[in-house]
């Protein structure tokens, strides 16, 4: 009998207890929703951007350049937030951003210029910035409490967000103006952020005692920091490929292999609905397979996927090719950021959101250039170049990584 129930734990893995204490339900019900409420409010504003160009009669250059705000404001705040969640905990910062998050989409219908746009969207994506460090910092004492990684289905919640605020932006674009609909949106942030951030405020962050004297001094430590960079760098190899396909996906079905607009305008759906789902089963996958091997193989399939999805002579290949690109990119930027919080706590994570938020704005401008260089398909094999890096870093710091473990 001792011998069958230890092959039962090598097939299923070891099988924490999982935590009943109803306050960890309720900080995890609490945190769903504001990673939820992030990508609904991220998408609803980034459907009407059209209307807003229209309104504001910027040119597309300097709409170009109003739009810069966002992720100027998001880069400026992020270091700073890692700073306040120290201070004031990851808690009231999640709240406080979530209000002026949603506070903030509310903002550029009422501009006239592109200048005034740059302006708002300043302070919107200083709120986006904030938000996501902050709540990602409250997700990785709540997933060490519940002693299960558990990062995965929040970054799911986001993107069920993003999908949603997208759909609803679409359907309801040629029934209400650009103002009425961000307001709208307002209302509904602010009543989440009431209704979420009183769970929150309401307990404090769990604070698990760390399993050796090493965890509370890895942060601070030369190591510490390097691995944090470590993580940084595979979270920009994962968001360069999101913003890259979010960008430049439809137009190369569309111009590369003839789809149709609406068949070209499926293929950033399909992967984004397949990466959804595969954080949706990341939990999953991280009690079988561990943190290393899911970054290795996440990346290897997303590789694979993206060499099909760019160089595939027909749609129904590259489709293909998305999709699994959306299941390899799926965990790896939950599980770099998450891991950069458990060696550095919040400035561990606004350092790895920093790194990848880089990559995201890096994507869509290097794969332009490098289209005009040589071709588009060529330029968006770079994808499965930086998802291969990103496979490769993680084997290759595996030992370093179990080291600063133990």
Not at 79 to 87: A, D, F
Not at 358 to 386: C, K, Q
């Amino acid at each position: 009998m001792p011998t069958l129930n230890k092959i039962r734990t090598a097939i299923r893995g070891p099988q924490d207890p999982i935590p009943v204490d109803p306050a960890l339900r309720s900080l995890r019900t609490a945190l769903t929703l504001f990673f939820a409420l992030d990508g609904l409010l991220f998408a609803g504003w980034v459907v009407r951007i059209p209307a807003i160009k229209e309104q504001t009669g910027a040119s597309a250059g300097a709409l170009g350049l109003a739009l810069l705000g966002v992720s100027a404001g998001a880069v400026a705040t992020m270091t700073v937030t890692g700073r306040l969640c120290h201070k004031f905990g990851s808690h009231p910062v999640t709240v406080a951003a979530g209000v002026l998050m949603s506070l903030g989409i509310a903002l550029p219908p009422l501009t006239h210029s592109a200048l005034a746009l740059g302006l708002v969207l300043l302070v919107f994506g200083a709120a986006y910035g904030g938000i996501n460090v902050a709540m990602n910092s409250a997700a990785v004492d709540l997933v060490a409490a519940l002693r299960r990684p558990v990062m995965p289905s929040f970054h799911a919640a986001f993107s069920l967000g993003g999908m949603l605020g997208a759909g609803l932006g679409g359907l309801v674009a040629g029934h209400l103006s650009v103002t009425s609909h961000l307001l709208l949106l307002t209302v509904a942030g602010l009543a989440i952020s009431a209704v979420a951030g009183r769970a929150l405020l309401a307990h404090p962050a769990p604070r698990p005692e760390p399993r050796t004297p090493a965890a509370t001094t890895g942060s601070g430590s030369g190591k510490g920091r390097r691995l944090v960079v470590v993580f940084g760098l595979i979270a920009l190899c994962d968001a360069y490929g999101e913003g890259a396909l979010a960008d430049w996906g439809a137009l190369h079905l569309h111009q590369d292999l003839g789809a149709r607009a609406g068949l070209a305008a499926v293929g950033y759906s399909v992967f984004a609905l397949t990466m959804t789902l595969g954080r949706l089963t990341g939990t999953v996958l991280l009690e079988r397979l561990g943190q290393t091997r899911t970054l290795v193989a996440g990346g290897a399939a997303a590789a694979v996927g993206m060499l099909l999805g760019s160089l595939a002579p027909t749609v129904w290949a590259a489709l293909l090719g998305f999709a699994v690109t959306g299941f390899g990119l799926a965990n790896i930027f939950p599980v770099a950021i998450g891991r950069a919080g458990e060696l550095a706590g919040p400035g561990g994570v606004a350092t790895a959101s920093t790194f990848g938020y880089g990559g995201m704005l890096l994507g869509p401008p290097a794969i332009g250039f490098l289209a005009e260089t040589w071709s588009l398909p060529v330029a968006l094999t770079t994808v499965a170049a930086l998802a291969a890096m990103a496979a490769a870093i993680a084997y290759g710091t595996r030992n370093v990584v179990r080291a600063a473990a133990r």
